[in-house]
């Protein structure tokens, strides 16, 4: 079936850092979705982009949906302590079935 | 949360025994899904309903059936757990399937010994 890659796995940044992450897929997708995770919760929605090209943002969080239409990025700037939690990406195939990466970990150092 | 209730939100039980979860919505969506997620990978869907008696496989049904009489639950019920059935299990609702993004509910912990 269909695979994303999710990288990195895990990441420890100090408070104030900027934070990258990305998916690749070998397949098109019509719909890149990012969603956090935290303990005992849902994933809840942070950032849907819909078009190839589209930079959208959501407070500190920026994510764009790449050209190709095979991988996207989000971007957090300026850490604080409640951005710990995982994160996922998630990209709707033409069945309009979502297709889930593995997670992003984000951890903060004390 | 977007008026998305699982229950039971854990359970324990054993092999071989039927085990029913519910998802209950109070938006008047049209889609529900059911997932599972187990450490290392993403979610996974298991069934969806795209209406009142309409539902169909995803990706993981084997050992999973579910159904939709009203509009606002989806059942997933596992026939004769087992221990490979271990995991959290997450209920989605959609307002449509197209450029409509799912929203979950908190999830249910089950445990098959």
């Known amino acids: 079936g269909q695979q994303l890659n999710q990288s990195p796995q895990s990441m420890f940044i100090q408070e104030g850092e900027d934070v990258s992450m990305n998916c690749t897929s070998s397949s098109i997708f019509n719909t890149w979705l990012w969603y956090k995770q935290e303990p005992g919760e849902g994933p809840v929605l942070l950032i849907a982009?819909?078009?190839a090209g589209e930079l959208t943002s959501n407070g500190r969080l920026t994510a764009q949906f790449g050209i190709t239409r095979k991988d996207s990025f989000l971007n957090i700037s300026a850490s604080i302590p409640s951005d710990v939690g995982i994160y996922f990406c998630a990209g709707q195939d033409s069945n309009y079935q979502l297709i889930w990466g593995a997670g992003t970990k984000l951890i903060i150092k004390p | 949360d977007a008026g998305i209730t699982q229950s039971p939100r854990h359970k324990v039980t054993e092999t071989g025994t039927p085990v029913t979860l519910r998802c209950h919505q109070t938006?008047?969506?049209?889609?529900m899904y059911w997932y599972r997620q187990d450490p290392g990978h993403g979610l996974r869907l298991i069934h969806y309903s795209y209406g009142v008696k309409d539902t169909d496989k995803g990706e993981v049904s084997d050992g999973y059936s579910v159904s939709r009489s009203k509009t606002e639950d989806f059942l997933l019920t596992l026939e004769s757990a087992t221990s490979s059935q271990t995991s959290v299990y997450f209920c989605?609702?959609?307002?449509?399937?197209?450029?409509?993004?799912?929203?979950f509910g908190d999830g249910t912990r089950l445990s098959i010994l």
């Open positions: 989605a609702i959609s307002a449509g399937s197209g450029n409509q993004p799912q929203h």
């Open positions: 938006e008047n969506h049209r889609y």
């Open positions: 982009l819909y078009k």
